[in-house]
């Protein structure tokens, strides 16, 4: 299996994916790291007859991204999940559960955030 990573900008993410819809390529998820206390790193993950295409968006804390459930519906998913995991806005969701699509009070600490939690963990 080769994989395919590329670099894509806010504002050009739904048109990229949009392409690579048309050419036959399948949404597969979607994956979150917190990089630095400032930034986070979404991977885009996509399929065509086991070969993986990966997109990368490096994106600010705090600035919204576009859903990509008007393009792959199920999107609607992972992207409320990480809203609640990371606290990452998604805009134009097609379901948008307002960080409630996990009901536990401790996951909307966001509990992936190591920075934000060490942060506040030192401010007390």
Do not use: W
Request: one cysteine or more.
């Amino acid at each position: 299996m080769r994989h395919d990573v590329t670099c894509v900008s806010l504002e050009a993410l739904v048109g990229e994916v949009a392409k690579i819809k048309v050419q036959g390529y399948r949404f597969v998820t979607l994956s979150c790291v917190e990089r630095d206390e400032d930034t986070f790193d979404i991977f885009y993950h996509f399929d065509k007859n086991l070969m993986l295409k990966h997109f990368k968006l490096s994106v600010s804390k705090g600035v919204p991204v576009p859903s990509l459930s008007p393009v792959y519906f199920a999107a609607f998913l992972v992207e409320n999940e990480i809203q609640d995991l990371f606290g990452i806005a998604f805009e134009k969701l097609a379901f948008d559960y307002e960080r409630t699509f996990y009901l536990d009070e401790e996951v909307r600490a966001t509990p992936f955030c190591r920075f934000t939690v060490a942060k506040a963990a030192r401010n007390e």
